[in-house]
C-alpha cells in the first residue's frame, strides 16, 4: 500500500496499486485509534 508521498511522486508502487491514494494514511490512523482504545 503506497502512501501519500508515492503517488505525488508517481512512483511505480503508486501507480500499480489497487488502493487508491490515501488509504495507507487512513488504514494507518485506524490501526493507531484501535491500539489506542485497547490501551485504556
Same mark, same amino acid.
Given at each position: 500500500? !503506497? /502512501?501519500a508521498q508515492? +503517488? !505525488?511522486r508517481?512512483? +511505480?508502487e503508486a501507480m500499480d496499486s489497487? +488502493? !487508491?491514494q490515501g488509504s495507507a /494514511?487512513?488504514? !494507518?490512523a485506524k490501526i493507531g485509534t484501535?491500539?489506542?482504545s485497547l490501551h485504556t
Open positions: 500500500m !503506497a /502512501e508515492s +503517488y !505525488a508517481i512512483t +511505480y489497487s +488502493y !487508491a /494514511e487512513t488504514v !494507518a484501535l491500539l489506542h
